[in-house]
């Protein structure tokens, strides 16, 4: 089946430190694995994805790790600012379908 | 910027009534799907809509439907409305079925009293 596993549920950091959140997944047909961050009031935005053919993506602050034999694949965030504060889902595709973690609340202190 | 348009923003509903949300998906994109998204947890797909027609359906009874018009538009319909259905309804819009590429609207905040 097809099940999405997300830690931490919440994570504090102060400002300038990284943030790093971890998801599993259990469906083996995921190819496609995109990372939302979601603002108060808002819809989820994509701020970054990542391919199964791929082990590493890097977008300025935000980096992705995937490991498809251990089918699990990590947001890494550095020098976190207070605009990072958000909540952060992670998804993975299977057949234009995405399924969701639970979501993780990170909280930036100046 | 021509993002996705979602509305009502907000919409209160008597169990047992009946609702139906509206989107518009961003200019350039002709798939849309429907997540709900209750309190402190992830969207849940509900369907998706490619050429008119329901091409994929998540773990959603028959009170949920939807429709797509020809200029790619959608609505989502729920029946018999259940506290439980209290959420947020977030509309998804795409070029293609694939799960690559989408934006999502701000959403509908449904509540049922």
């Known amino acids: 089946g097809e099940n999405v596993e997300q830690h931490p549920s919440t994570l504090s950091v102060q400002e300038g430190d990284s943030a790093v959140i971890k998801c599993t997944y259990s469906?083996?047909?995921?190819?496609?694995f995109p990372w939302y961050k979601q603002e108060l009031g808002k819809g989820p935005q994509l701020i970054i994805d990542i391919r199964s053919n791929v082990g590493e993506k890097k977008d300025q602050r935000i980096a992705v790790t995937l490991n498809k034999t251990a089918k699990h694949f990590s947001l890494h965030i550095t020098e976190t600012q207070p605009e990072d504060s958000a909540v952060y889902f992670c998804a993975t595709d299977s057949w234009g379908k995405l399924q969701f973690g639970a979501g993780t609340q990170v909280v930036v202190t100046p | 910027d021509a993002g996705v348009t979602q509305s009502p923003t907000h919409l209160i509903k008597t169990r047992g009534q009946q609702v139906t949300l509206r989107c518009s998906p961003k200019?350039?994109?002709?798939?849309v799907s429907w997540y709900q998204q209750a309190l402190g947890q992830g969207p849940q797909f509900i369907f998706q809509y490619y050429e008119e027609e329901e091409r994929q359906r998540g773990n959603f009874p028959d009170r949920f439907s939807g429709h797509q018009f020809p200029n790619y538009s959608s609505e989502l319909n729920v029946n018999a409305l259940l506290l439980g259905d209290s959420a947020l309804y977030l509309c998804?819009?795409?070029?293609?079925?694939?799960?690559?590429?989408?934006?999502f609207g701000s959403g509908t905040r449904l509540t049922v009293v």
């Open positions: 998804a819009s795409s070029l293609g079925t694939g799960g690559y590429g989408y934006t």
């Open positions: 200019s350039g994109h002709d798939t």
């Open positions: 469906d083996s047909a995921s190819n496609y």
